[in-house]
């Protein structure tokens, strides 16, 4: 999709939702309305289309208002889906705060921004919660979704009921954490991956290699830790052979990258004789890895276990 919130919308479509965009600039939503109708014809074409609804149905459960008191009213759960800046966002929550009842849910895009800083001193407090999308959300299914320290268990249950209704595939970060649960791994493989790589270890490309035909191979189907479960007869058999082995390669783990412009100019040379930065073929190349997610979701689809 064109962006996450693109995305997000037509998710719930697709779950046959009614859903109104708001935006304080008018031509935004009218160009957001256009892309979801080329996108969802997109998807029907290519047999992707989510939910039992065609797509001129889908479509006529979104449209746009032009203030956002029409937007949220009636509404059971809203989603904000601004840029990244706390204070952009709290605006927008205490403006919301005032607004709504004690029934809808008010849920953030957020993928780093704390819970407790984000809802701070909203009245409806017990009703917020982040629900972080993976981008791009129509392809990767997980949410993740994580409480303000005052959230109210049924908003949590609520909103996962919902995300999975939708076809997603929430999980529950128990108490929030600063990148909560995917950045964290995320960053994790970031850090050490950017350190092979200064150190002279390894290859941009080949260090790239490692993962996509080798430890994304299997995490695209288990998670780390099924996967130590599997590599012996248990976990418990794996921590007995392998976790003094594990701590002595950690402690040879560097410190956090500076990320220096020298070794961001040999990764971006390394990456653009793959991939040149120029906007036409970037877009070409995020458009070929969204068709192989698409295939992947297909595959996992059909291969879950029962």
């Known amino acids: 999709m064109a962006s996450s919130a693109a995305g997000c919308v037509v998710i719930v479509g697709s779950g046959g939702f009614q859903v109104k965009l708001y935006d304080i600039e008018q031509q935004q939503i009218r160009n957001a309305l256009e892309n979801i109708r080329k996108e969802m014809k997109l998807l029907e074409q290519a047999g992707s289309l989510k939910g039992s609804l065609s797509v001129e149905e ?18 059971m759960h809203i989603q904000e889906c601004v840029p990244e800046d706390l204070e952009l966002k709290k605006k927008i929550f205490a403006q919301l705060d005032s607004i709504i009842d004690d029934r809808v ?3 953030s895009s957020t993928s780093c921004l704390m819970p407790s800083k984000l809802f701070a001193g909203l009245v409806h407090v017990k009703q917020c919660i982040v629900a ?9 299914p997980l949410v993740e979704l994580v409480p303000h320290p005052e959230t109210a268990p049924t908003t949590v ?6 995300m999975k209704k939708i076809g997603q595939c929430p999980m529950r970060v128990q108490k929030e954490v600063a990148g909560f649960v995917l950045n964290r791994l995320q960053y994790a493989i970031i850090s050490e991956a950017w350190r ?9 490309s080949d ?8 430890l994304g191979m299997r995490y695209a189907f288990i998670g780390p830790l099924e996967t130590m479960h599997l590599n012996a007869e248990g976990m418990l058999s794996y921590c007995d052979r392998y976790s003094e082995g594990i701590k002595h ?22 990456m653009c004789m793959k991939v040149p930065d120029d906007p036409e073929h970037l877009a070409a190349r995020r458009q070929w890895r969204d068709e192989c997610l698409m295939r992947l979701a297909k595959l ?3 291969v879950q276990p029962q």
């Open 58 to 75: 889908q479509l006529s459960l979104i449209s746009g208002c032009p203030n956002i008191q029409e937007a949220v009213e009636g509404a």
């Open 105 to 107: 849910i008010l849920s």
């Open 132 to 140: 972080h999308p993976v981008n791009p959300p129509y392809y990767i």
């Open 157 to 162: 249950d609520r909103t996962h009921a919902l």
């Open 196 to 204: 092979l790589v200064e150190e002279g270890i390894v290859s941009p």
């Open 207 to 214: 260090l790239d290699l490692v993962m996509s035909e080798g």
């Open 249 to 270: 390669v950690l402690q040879t783990f560097g410190p956090i990258p500076e990320f220096s412009r020298a070794t961001a100019e040999k990764v971006n040379q390394d």
């Open 300 to 302: 996992k689809s059909q």
